[in-house]
Structure formats: C-alpha cells, structure tokens
C-alpha cells in the first residue's frame, strides 16, 4: 500500500488522500475536495483513480466528488446512512465492510458516530495499520459535533474503537489542526511534556510533509485520550463546578468536548 498526503491550502486545512495498489496502479482517493491536486498526485506517480471514498457528508469533503468522478469514472463509496445525504453514492458501507484496490490493499469500513452520525474511518490491513479517520479524530483532537454529530456517540467511538487499536496505528486525519489542538493539551494539563516537546517540532512544520502520528503517541499528547489524568480533571473541575467528584471517562470527555468548542 502506498499512500500520498495531499495538503489543500485552503481555509480549512483539508488534506486528501491517495492509497494505491503497488501492484496495479489502482487509486482510492480519501475526501478529494481538491480534484485538481488529487488527479495530478495521481498522474505524477502513474496511478489510476478507480474508486473515491467520502469519510462523511460535509461539503469541504464531498465537494470534489463531480469532477473526480467525471475526470476519471470512478465509484463513489461512503456510510449507507449517508444516502440521501452524498449523491451518487454506488456502495454504502457498513461496518466490516472490506475495500479492495488493485490486488493487495484492503481497507476496513469502521462505523464511527459522533462528528457526524453517518461517518466512517478505514483501517488498512497491512503489518502496520493506518487509520484514516476524516473529521472522527485529528492529531492531538477530536471532531467537533456541531453538524448533525453527538459528543456522547463520539466517545463511544473514541473508547470503544479506537481506543483499542493497535498503539502503532498510524493516524491520517481529515485537517491539519495539530498546533492548535497541542496548545489546547497543553491548556488542559500544562505538565505534559511530550506535548509541549512536540508543539515544539510541528510548530513551523510545512503541512504538504506533516508529522504523522501513531496512536501510541496520541494517547500520550490528545487529551480526548488522557480522561484518567489528574491534571486534566482538576482543570475541568475549575471550570465546571458541576463535574462529578469521580467524573467517569465520559463525563470528563464531554467536558473536554464542550470546553474545546469555545476554546
């Protein structure tokens, strides 16, 4: 599996996503908002754009799929519940639901409520995993929940999937938000040293060659991961005097997920 990161340069930071086939040539393209930059990644390494997957409805990810699929003819696959919501859709995915491209890549279909209701993340099934997670979990964050999503279906899709991926998952968001979201770490729990040594590295990083990061190193710098922390909680308590004297890991996330949205 080959995977190339395409940076959009616009407003929102977007980043689209080419996986191919070693073998064949044949490309998936992940949330091709930027066709143009998406149809000549692919010329420029001699693939071909078979299939175009939106990891959820949200326009800044759907926004390429006419031209893509006029350019080049290719199948549209995103979450069956979001018929009705993506047009043209030819496959809706299901949890479990296998992507093949080419002979030898095949990406999982995760079913992952909270950003959206009908969002999905793809797991590779190589040695090493990648995760490409669209707008469910950025570097050092998570999705807000402001258009048709729930903080509480959220994390459940944090904690009850991926969570228990494996800590070298490497981790392909939907935006390039992770300045800010380390800052916000680091205004949860001051003390996190990885966090603040790698605001340190990313800081001036070019986006088109961005970090990526394990979930290894997520659960040590997203504090969306670190709802045992003692800091985090005695912070949130500062701020909300309703939290509970031993919050669960829900309450402090929904916390953490409000506090985030007027961060």
């Given at each position: 599996?080959?995977?190339?990161?395409?940076?959009?340069?616009?407003?929102?930071?977007?980043?689209?996503?080419?996986?191919?086939?070693?073998?064949?040539?044949?490309?998936?393209?992940?949330?091709?908002?930027?066709?143009?930059?998406?149809?000549?990644?692919?010329?420029?390494?001699?693939?071909?754009?078979?299939?175009?997957?939106?990891?959820?409805?949200?326009?800044?990810?759907?926004?390429?799929?006419?031209?893509?699929?006029?350019?080049?003819?290719?199948?549209?696959?995103?979450?069956?519940?979001?018929?009705?919501?993506?047009?043209?859709?030819?496959?809706?995915?299901?949890?479990?639901?296998?992507?093949?491209?080419?002979?030898?890549?095949e990406l999982e279909s995760l079913d992952?409520?909270?950003?959206?209701?009908?969002?999905?993340?793809?797991?590779?099934?190589?040695?090493?995993?990648?995760?490409?997670?669209?707008?469910?979990?950025?570097?050092?964050?998570?999705?807000?929940?402001?258009?048709?999503?729930?903080?509480?279906?959220?994390?459940?899709?944090?904690?009850?999937?991926?969570?228990?991926?494996?800590?070298?998952?490497?981790?392909?968001?939907?935006?390039?938000?992770?300045?800010?979201?380390?800052?916000?770490?680091?205004?949860?729990?001051?003390?996190?040293?990885?966090?603040?040594?790698?605001?340190g590295e990313v800081a001036d990083q070019?986006?088109?060659?961005?970090?990526?990061?394990?979930?290894?190193?997520?659960?040590?710098?997203?504090?969306?991961?670190?709802?045992?922390?003692?800091?985090?909680?005695?912070?949130?308590?500062?701020?909300?005097?309703?939290?509970?004297d031993d919050p669960s890991p829900r309450?402090?996330?929904?916390?953490?997920?409000?506090?985030?949205?007027?961060?």
């Amino acid at each position: 599996m080959i995977v190339k990161q395409i940076f959009t340069e616009n407003a929102y930071r977007n980043f689209n996503y080419l996986i191919a086939c070693p073998d064949t040539g044949e490309a998936l393209a992940v949330d091709p908002l930027d066709h143009k930059k998406c149809l000549a990644g692919a010329k420029e390494m001699g693939w071909t754009i078979t299939q175009i997957l939106n990891t959820h409805e949200h326009g800044d990810h759907t926004g390429g799929n006419r031209a893509m699929i006029d350019a080049t003819g290719a199948k549209l696959l995103a979450h069956a519940g979001a018929k009705g919501k993506i047009p043209g859709i030819d496959v809706g995915l299901a949890a479990g639901d296998v992507i093949k491209i080419g002979k030898s890549v095949e990406l999982e279909s995760l079913d992952t409520p909270g950003h959206t209701m009908s969002h999905i993340c793809v797991l590779s099934r190589t040695d090493q995993p990648s995760l490409f997670c669209g707008d469910t979990m950025f570097n050092a964050g998570a999705g807000n929940c402001h258009n048709g999503g729930h903080p509480s279906e959220l994390y459940d899709t944090f904690a009850d999937q991926l969570a228990k991926l494996p800590d070298d998952t490497l981790i392909y968001p939907g935006h390039d938000y992770i300045t800010n979201n380390l800052e916000f770490t680091l205004d949860r729990e001051p003390d996190n040293a990885r966090a603040k040594s790698l605001l340190g590295e990313v800081a001036d990083q070019d986006p088109h060659a961005p970090k990526v990061t394990t979930l290894g190193l997520e659960k040590e710098i997203n504090t969306f991961f670190r709802l045992h922390n003692p800091t985090v909680i005695a912070r949130l308590r500062d701020t909300f005097s309703d939290l509970p004297d031993d919050p669960s890991p829900r309450d402090v996330f929904l916390k953490l997920r409000e506090l985030r949205n007027n961060w």
